[in-house]
Nanobody
């Protein structure tokens, strides 16, 4: 059974940074393409970033230059370093087993709120 568990969300002010994590199980993580997606209140899922098994990376234009996706295959963990956060980055963030897509499968999500 594929399981994805996100953590690390929280409340930050605009301009601050946050790193969120996703621990995966139930499949060979090292061979999987993984993505971060987000969903703001009242909106659909938005693809944020993807990283495939050989290190290829893509970002949405809205986060390019501010967010960094990475992975530690020894820990079956996917990361998203988010810098210079903006209020419009407020959303529930999910990891997904997907390349340039929003899944499923996805985890339960972690809330990121950017507010003064």
């Amino acid at each position: 059974e594929v399981q994805l568990a996100e953590s690390g969300g929280g409340l930050v002010q605009p301009g601050e940074s946050l790193r969120i994590s996703c621990v995966a199980s139930g499949f060979v993580f090292a061979l999987a393409s993984m993505s971060w997606v987000r969903q703001a209140p009242g909106k659909g899922f938005e693809w944020v970033a993807s990283m495939n098994h050989d290190g290829r990376i893509r970002y949405a234009d809205s986060v390019m230059g501010r967010f960094t996706i990475s992975r530690d295959n020894s820990k079956n963990t996917l990361y998203l370093q988010m810098n210079t956060l903006k209020t419009e980055d407020t959303a529930t963030y999910y990891c997904a087993r997907a390349w340039l897509g929003v899944g499923p499968p996805r985890g339960q999500g972690t809330q990121v709120t950017v507010s003064l």
